[in-house]
C-alpha cells in the first residue's frame, strides 16, 4: 500500500526553531521522518509527500532519507499551502494515487500497531475510514480547544471539525482512503470549504465514511512548544519493555530514560545503538580495571553505569526506529565478554586481599578460586541455556523466578553490590561472586530439568505455547504442486539441456521459493531465465484456479478459529492470485492475512512482516509447508516447522529430522493432544509459564 503524508504547512507556533515544521528534531529524528520509518515498519515502503513551505529543503531531506532507509519517496508541491486549507494537499495527489492508500500527517506521531490494524482493514470500496481517539476524557496529551472533533454513531461520522459542540472522539489524522476522498475534496472545495474536515463530511452525507478506533494506542499532533515538550516526556515513558527484570524497572530505566538517554541524544544526535552499545561494555571493562587496582567502590559504581548504559543502546535503537537484528546479536556478545572480565576482576580483587586471606583462614585461595569459576561458568551458561534451548527446543524458558534469574541487570546489580560495600570489608567482593554463582547455576539446574522433562513429548507438535499459525499455500492450503511441479519440468525440458527426471528434482529440491529464484538458482544468469519464468507465470496465472483446496483445509481453518489462534497464509505465488483463490474459495474469512509475492516482500520477508507486526515472537509461531525450503525459512527465523507430506514423503521429512504430518486435519489432531500435553507440563514449570 502506498502512503500519502501532508507536509506542506509552516507550523508558524513552532517557528522559532528556525525550520520547517516536518523537519523539527525529536528525540534524534525529523517529524517527517519518524512518521515515514513508524510507517515504514508497518509494511509501507512507497510515499508521496505534499511539500510548500520551505519545499527545497524538505525534499532535500526526504531524498537523503530514501537513499539511507530503500524507500521510494515521491514529491508533490502545493503552491497553495498558504491560502488554502489542508485538503488541498490532499487533493493535489489525484492524479498520483488511483488505488487505495494511506494518508498520514507529517507532525503527528503515533504507534506502529496502530497503522498495522489500519492497513488489515484494507478491503474497501470506494470509502474512507478515519482512524479515531475515542478516549477523549482526561487526554492529557491532546489540545482539547485545537484538535479536530468527531461526534460518531454506529461507527460512522455524524459530524466532525474543531469547534463542534458534541463531539465522543478525536481525528487522529491518520485514513485508509479510496480515490473518492479526491471527489468529496472538490465538492467541498467547491462550497468553500478546502479543509480535510471538509471533505469528510461529503463523505458522511454520502455514506462513504467509517471510523476504525485505535482503542488504547497513543497519538500525538505537535503543533506547539508544549506539545514537543510532551511527545519527549510521552516517548520516554513508552521505552520500558515486558521482559525487563525488578532492576531495571525500579532503578535502571528511570536513570537511563530521565538522565542518560537524553543527555547522549542531546550531545551526540547521530550517535547508534552500536556505538552506545561499545560505551556499556568499556564501563564495564574499565570497572574490572579498578577492582584489578584495589578501588572496588569505583568499580562496582563503573558496573551499575555499565548495566543501566546496557539499557540505553535498546532505549535509542527504538526511539531512531534502528532496532535489528545484529544489533541484539552484538549487544549480547559484547555483554558476555564484559561480564567475564568484571568477574575476573573481582576474582583478582579477592585473591589479592590480605583482610578476606586473612579471613577465610587456609581454604581461602583455593575457595575463591572455585566460587569465581562457578560464577562465570554459571553466567556464561544462563545466557547459553537461553540460546540452547530456543535452537533445540524450539521453547523460551518463561516464569517469573527464571526470568529474573536470565536478567543481566539482577547479576550485575548483586556485583555493584559487592563492589560498594567493600568500604565495610574486602570480603564483601568475594560474598557478590558467591550469590552470582548460586543464583546462576541453580537457573541452570532449573532449565536442565525442565528441558529434561521436555525430552519425554519430543514428537508432539507443540512444546510451548502457541500465539499463531503460519501455512504455506501450495500444496499445504491448495492443491496445485502437482500442476506447477509439471508445468516447471516442461518448461526446463523445452528450453534447457536437462532430462525430465533431472528437471524435476531440481524443481523439487527448490519449491517454496518463486520462480524466479529457483531458475537463477538452477540455472544462473542463463539467457532463456526470463522466457522460461514469463511462460511459467502466465500458465500459472491462467490454471491455478482450477485446482481444488484440499478436502481438509476448512475444517483445520475453523478448527484454529474456534481456538482464536492467529492464522496467515504466506506464499511464493503473486499476490493477486492468493487474493483470488482465497476469495473465489471463501476461506479469505477464515485467516487473519495473507500474503502472496511482489516486489521485494518474498517468502522470508513476508514471514518478518507476520512477526513484526502482529507484535510475535518466533518462538510462539508454528509454520507449516511443504517443501524443504519452507523448513529452512522457519529455522532461520526461529519458528518452529512442521512438513505436510505430498510434495515429499514421510521418509524425507524424518530424513532431516523433522516432524511431518499427512494433512493439516492430522496438525489440528496433534494440537489436541500438545495442548494436553502442556497442561501437565505446567505441573513442572513456574506458575504462569507453558
Not at 100 to 128: G, P, W, Y
Not at 279 to 295: C, E
Not at 300 to 325: F, H, N, Y
Not at 409 to 424: K, N
Request: overall charge positive.
Amino acid at each position: 500500500m502506498k502512503c500519502l503524508i501532508i507536509a506542506a504547512g509552516q507550523g508558524n507556533r513552532l517557528s522559532h526553531v528556525g525550520v520547517p515544521k516536518p523537519l523539527l528534531p525529536l528525540l534524534g529524528l525529523k517529524l517527517i521522518e519518524r512518521t515515514i520509518l513508524t510507517a515504514q515498519r508497518a509494511g509501507i515502503n512507497e510515499f508521496y509527500v505534499v511539500t510548500g513551505y520551505k519545499t527545497e529543503k524538505v525534499e532535500e531531506f526526504l531524498s537523503h532519507l530514501s537513499l539511507r532507509k530503500n524507500l521510494k519517496i515521491h514529491f508533490i508541491r502545493n503552491d497553495e499551502w498558504q491560502s488554502k486549507e489542508n485538503g488541498i494537499s490532499v487533493l493535489k495527489a489525484k492524479n498520483f494515487l488511483h488505488e487505495n492508500f494511506i494518508l498520514l500527517m507529517a507532525d503527528h506521531i503515533f504507534e506502529e500497531a496502530t497503522l498495522i490494524d489500519l492497513i488489515k482493514t484494507s478491503d474497501i470500496d470506494d470509502e474512507v475510514v478515519l482512524a479515531a481517539d475515542f478516549k477523549i476524557s482526561g487526554n492529557k496529551l491532546i489540545d482539547v480547544n485545537d484538535v479536530t472533533k468527531v461526534l460518531v454513531k454506529d461507527l460512522t461520522i455524524l459530524d466532525i471539525g474543531k469547534n463542534i459542540k458534541e463531539y465522543n472522539a478525536y481525528d487522529t489524522g491518520m485514513f485508509l482512503c479510496s480515490p473518492c476522498i479526491f471527489r468529496a475534496l472538490e465538492e467541498s472545495s467547491r462550497k468553500g470549504d478546502s479543509s480535510l474536515s471538509g471533505g469528510m463530511k461529503i463523505l458522511s452525507d454520502q455514506g462513504k465514511d467509517r471510523i476504525f478506533d485505535i482503542k488504547d494506542h497513543y497519538w500525538m499532533d505537535i503543533d506547539t512548544p508544549e506539545d514537543w515538550k510532551k511527545a519527549k516526556k510521552m516517548l520516554y515513558r513508552t521505552l520500558t519493555k515486558p521482559s525487563d527484570g525488578w532492576i531495571s524497572r525500579k532503578i535502571n530505566r528511570k536513570v537511563s530514560t530521565r538522565l542518560f538517554t537524553p543527555l547522549i541524544l542531546k550531545l551526540f544526535n547521530r550517535i547508534t545503538p552500536n556505538i552506545v552499545t561499545m560505551i556499556s561494555a568499556a564501563a564495564g571493562i574499565l570497572a574490572a580495571l579498578f577492582f584489578l587496582f584495589h578501588k572496588a567502590i569505583i568499580g562496582g559504581i563503573l558496573v551499575q553505569l555499565a548495566s543501566i548504559l546496557d539499557g540505553c543502546d535498546g532505549e535509542i535503537a527504538r526511539l531512531k526506529k534502528m532496532e535489528s537484528s545484529f544489533g541484539k546479536f552484538f549487544d549480547a556478545v559484547l555483554d558476555r565478554y564484559t561480564d567475564c572480565f568484571i568477574i575476573f576482576g573481582m576474582f583478582c580483587y579477592s585473591l589479592t586481599s590480605s583482610e578476606s586471606l586473612r579471613l577465610l583462614g587456609g581454604p581461602g585461595v583455593p575457595l575463591i578460586f572455585l566460587i569465581s569459576g562457578l560464577a562465570i561458568v554459571g553466567n556464561v551458561m544462563v545466557s547459553y541455556t537461553s540460546a540452547k534451548s530456543l535452537a533445540d527446543f524450539n521453547y523460551r524458558y518463561k516464569g517469573r523466578w527464571i526470568t529474573a534469574g536470565r536478567g543481566r541487570d539482577l547479576r550485575l546489580f548483586i556485583l555493584f553490590s559487592g563492589g560498594v560495600m567493600a568500604a565495610l570489608h574486602p570480603i564483601s567482593v568475594l560474598i557478590a561472586l558467591f550469590l552470582l554463582a548460586a543464583i546462576s547455576n541453580a537457573i541452570v539446574l532449573k532449565r536442565v530439568f525442565i528441558s529434561w522433562k521436555f525430552s519425554f513429548k519430543k514428537d508432539l507438535l507443540v512444546k510451548r505455547e502457541i500465539r499463531a499459525v503460519i501455512l504455506d499455500f501450495d500444496g499445504t492450503v491448495a492443491d496445485t504442486m502437482p500442476f506447477l511441479t509439471d508445468l516447471a519440468t516442461r518448461l526446463m525440458v523445452e528450453n534447457y539441456n536437462i532430462s525430465e527426471e533431472e528437471a524435476r528434482r531440481k524443481y523439487l529440491e527448490t519449491s517454496g521459493l518463486d520462480f524466479a529464484s529457483q531458475m537463477e538458482l538452477i540455472f544462473p544468469n542463463h539467457t532463456k531465465n526470463r522466457h522460461v519464468i514469463s511462460s511459467f507465470e502466465a500458465e500459472k496465472r491462467k490454471s491455478v484456479m482450477d485446482h481444488p483446496l484440499f478436502p481438509e483445509v476448512i475444517r483445520a481453518l475453523k478448527f484454529f478459529k474456534r481456538k482464536k489462534i492467529p492464522l496467515f497464509v504466506c506464499s511464493s505465488t503473486p499476490q493477486e492470485i492468493i487474493n483470488e483463490y482465497l476469495r473465489s474459495n471463501r476461506i479469505h474469512g477464515l485467516v487473519d492475512g495473507y500474503f502472496g509475492l511482489k516486489p521485494d516482500f518474498q517468502k522470508s520477508r513476508q514471514i518478518d512482516f507476520i512477526l513484526e507486526h502482529y507484535n510475535l515472537r518466533p518462538d510462539e509461531v508454528l509454520f507449516a509447508g511443504d517443501s524443504f525450503k519452507d523448513s529452512e525459512f522457519a529455522k532461520n527465523k526461529g519458528i518452529e516447522f512442521v512438513g505436510i507430506t505430498g510434495t515429499f514423503k514421510k521418509c524425507d521429512f524424518q530424513e532431516k529430522g523433522l516432524l511431518c504430518v499427512d494433512n493439516l486435519r492430522v496438525l489440528t489432531r496433534l494440537w489436541a493432544e500438545s495442548e494436553k500435553y502442556l497442561n501437565m507440563l505446567e505441573e513442572v514449570q513456574p506458575q504462569g509459564s507453558k
